[in-house]
């Protein structure tokens, strides 16, 4: 089992992490220089320029063992200035690259957002921020790293409580400590707390919750207290400076996690992503938590409790096919809930349980699931 850090080595690995970040900065810039060389050689031969993306689908994910975590597998797709459908996706992610690089050598940072606007500030034809992230995503599948590693940063919405001290690493800030029980709404997860060193920590697990108003419920029932739990807030699909932490606080701190959801096939999807890895995202590395454990709400739990539900929509119906189709999602227990869903074609929020009054969930329904958890 991981162990947790001693004050001994604390200092080691801060400045090893200084050390690593200037390496990774350097071999970013080396990887963004080759593609640019390619194109521009491939120009003089009179060729036409040509990149070899990998396919992000979960036609194209495959497990490892060693990583516990899928990642993609070797197929790829052709990107060609050739082909006049290419020629646009082709000349953004050019830009994205090169942006990347101008953000890189200028020790700044842009949140995809800001990315979006420079892109149309200097011409280039987006139709929305959602096209503007997925390009991002093409240039961190070419150059096999992640967005941070190119100082492009989405913008922050998951939070942490808890019994634990934090202590900064990043200039400016480094040495101060804070305590993350200090505040009751909890603290940003961004990068400056995902790469803090961990100091006193007096839980004895993790809480991860999809939904506000329930990470807001927990604070105010001291669940933090009642079953030592640090509670993050993951606002929907847990972002990558969430994911780290997490997988930071198994690994180091040796902490168990337990994943919370609505009790529908995107939540279910939620919880997968955390444990198994994202397909969209299955270039990046070490950012899921394979030990995690998916504590519902379960379809399942609907009829067990008998939980105020919806009928499933469209949507949902899309998504249980994908997720059918999905090899994450062969085994029990998820293959047996994506087939309940199915058969019960019903839905339900974490929030149903307050038909039983509002400290239900955590009065009586955690301590039930984490008791049935441990049993297995």
């Keep these: 089992m991981p162990k947790k850090r001693t004050a001994a080595v604390e200092g080691e690995a801060m400045s090893g992490q200084l050390y690593k970040s200037d390496e990774i900065k ?9 593609v640019g060389v390619e194109i521009v050689e491939a120009l003089s031969r009179g060729d036409w320029p040509t990149l070899h993306l990998p396919v992000r689908s979960t036609k194209n994910i495959v497990y490892d063992q060693d990583l516990r975590q899928y990642i993609l597998g070797s197929k790829k797709a052709e990107r060609t200035v050739a082909n006049i459908r290419h020629l646009r996706p082709f000349a953004q992610l ?8 101008q953000l890189l050598t200028s020790g700044k940072t842009s949140t995809l957002r800001d990315t979006y606007y420079v892109a149309i500030g200097e011409g280039i034809d987006f139709e929305s921020q959602d ?3 997925d390009i991002i995503l093409e240039v961190e599948s070419l150059i096999n790293h992640p967005r941070e590693d190119m100082n492009i940063f989405p913008e922050e919405r998951a939070a942490i409580y808890g019994d634990l001290v934090i202590e900064y690493t990043i200039p400016g800030f480094r040495g101060q400590r804070v305590d993350l029980s200090a505040h009751p709404d909890g603290y940003s997860i961004g990068p400056a707390l995902t790469t803090a060193e961990f100091g006193r920590c007096g839980a004895e697990q993790v809480f991860v919750i999809e939904k506000g108003a ?12 009642k079953f030592k739990a640090l509670l993050i807030h993951t606002a929907g699909q847990s972002p990558r400076n969430c994911r780290k932490l997490i997988r930071r606080l198994r690994e180091e701190l040796n902490l168990p996690v337990y994943i919370f959801t609505d009790a529908d096939p995107y939540g279910v999807h939620i919880a997968s992503v955390l444990i198994h890895g994202s397909a969209l995202s299955a270039h990046i590395r070490q950012i899921n938590v394979p030990d995690a454990v998916w504590a519902g709400v379960y379809a399942t739990d ?3 409790y008998k939980l105020p539900a919806l009928r499933l929509t469209e ?3 899309k998504r249980l096919k994908e997720l059918e189709q999905d090899p994450r999602y062969t085994v029990d227990p998820w293959r047996r809930e994506v087939q309940y869903f199915g058969k019960i074609k019903r839905k339900a929020e974490l929030e149903a349980f307050s038909r039983y009054g509002l400290e239900f969930i955590v009065k009586d329904f955690l301590p039930e699931r984490l008791t049935e958890l441990q049993k297995r």
């Design 131 to 133: 096209e503007s992230d």
């Design 302 to 304: 609907i009829t067990k």
């Design 26 to 34: 350097r071999e970013v810039l080396g990887r963004l220089k080759k």
């Design 315 to 317: 949507q949902d119906y």
């Design 94 to 101: 050019v830009w994205v690259a090169k942006f990347a690089k």
């Design 214 to 225: 329930v990470f807001s419920r927990f604070v105010e029932e001291r669940a933090d207290k």
